[in-house]
């Protein structure tokens, strides 16, 4: 070919690796790339704000990593084209989100041109140095002959796992030089394997000799495929399952008879849950408070297992005295193999027994997640979850709750592939991988339903992803529960601070005078609806489901 740029050959090369959205906000040094992807077969979707973009490419990739477990066609990789060092700097908080998701992104920028640096031209930045801590491999494209080769090895690197975002810088004399070049071949991405069969043994000697195990599924199991691994290495050992601590996936079926529930990120309740002769974490990542906790979380005399394809996370802040790296499904499957042959069913039936007894001793604990003052006419965040999940059982959850996450987790015995929530903590991604979601199962054969389930200081951050959502049709329905404060900030000033409610004045993190969500909503191209009472939810929430396009419903809920 004549003519053929960087830019162009760029776009091909995520074509060939089966990419077929890019998400932006686009800028004068992005203009070869932006002209390059409107005359291919790719589309550019546009968000308001680079922070929307990147948060929609992670919800996406998120959401096409379930799909690729059942279509080995798909390439769940999200993604997003920003502009420059500002431009890149408001795209860094969902890019850590992304990056404590696992999300599989890749991350562009313009840049300027190499020989026009030197007069130092505004929106200069150092954009490595800005995304090396959030990315498995931050680079910039020097010369149009390298394009092929790092573009597809930074595809690779952020399809590996663990997963996570990567981030490329694309010079704009780069992108507008001439090339014979072509696209390399992406070659099929590698698991973690099976893992050392010393290391394995190991952890089945302990679990055998192990009085009452208890089992921490963190979410690598769920971005491995490897939930069914999970389940038969519990049937297996009669180990206890629990959550790690903030987690965002699905993984281990809420339903099943030995799931007890996640591990909240309270230290007292987290160090009774995991207070057990032996612990087996399995794909953690998070499993940590929120603030410095005053003593150790797990005993010190724990025999302590890790299982992760994750390096780093292995033994990262307990001791561990069996490790295995490699594939959690892999691993846990072998593990289950060889307990079922050396664990007596008498044992396992006791294993079974005390995890009822923990159950029944937590029930009630569990049942009160999410009920507050019962003289309020709003709604509890419990009436709440338990209203959408009558209405819209089967849907696919993307939460950033905050508050109002545990009282979904313990009330609703959601499924594998069916939740993902903002793992990081830093506010404004669940709204757009919402969207992100909503693009991502419009692609699918069997489209679910989709369910934002965003709080109200959540919504606040980027509203203007509603934008997006109504420019390109996206069915999705955005639920906040929105009690008009910020509550977690309320929550942790009691933990960290200690004290009671009415000693503090929290006039700083109330919303009064509140914002009109709904009004604000419909300025955006959404239909909004303000719901002020309990028995109005389940008929809006069915009604918006049954609407093409995005609603947003404004669920006033109490403390």
Known sequence: MTDYTGAELFVDALADYGVTHVFGNPGTTELPVVHAIADSDIEYVLGLHEDIAVGM???????????????DEITPLGVANLHLAPGLAHGLGNLYAAKVAGAPLLVTAGNHSLDFRHEEPILSGNLLRMTRQFCKSSHEVLDVEAVPTMVRRAVRTALTPPTGPVFLGLPLDTMLAE?????????????????????????????????APVLVVGDHVARADAVAAAVDLAEASGARVHGEILLSEVDFPMDHEQWVSPIPPDEDLARTLLSADTVIFAGCSTNTTLTRHEGELVASDTTCIHLSDAVHEIGKNQPADAAVVGDPGDVMGDLATRLRERLGDEQRDERLEAVRSVKEMIEGQLAAMGHGDEDDKRASKAELVDALRESAPDAYIVDEGITSKYAMLTRWPLQPEQYISNKGGGLGYGLPASVGAALAESQ?????????????????????????????????????????????????????????????????????PPVDIPTNAASHGARGELVESPDDIAPAVEDALDRAGPDVLDVLVHD
Do not use: C
């Not at 490419?57 to 279509?71: E, L, P």
């Not at 200081?457 to 329905?477: E, V």
């Open 57 to 71: 490419a992670g919800g996406y990739a998120q959401t096409r990593r379930y799909h690729s477990h059942r279509d």
């Open 179 to 211: 090339t014979d070049a072509s696209p390399e071949r992406l070659g099929p991405i590698q698991t973690g394997g099976g893992g050392d069969a010393a290391s394995i043994e190991r952890a089945t000697d302990l679990l055998v000799e192990a009085d």
């Open 444 to 512: 699918h054969e069997e489209p679910r339903d989709v369910v934002g389930f965003v709080g109200d200081g959540s919504y606040l951050y980027y509203p203007h992803s509603l934008y997006t959502a109504a420019r390109y049709d996206l069915d999705l329905t955005v639920v906040i529960p929105d009690n008009r404060n910020y509550r977690i900030l309320k929550d942790n000033t009691l933990d960290v601070m200690g004290g009671e409610e009415d000693e503090y004045n929290w006039q700083d993190m109330e919303f009064d």
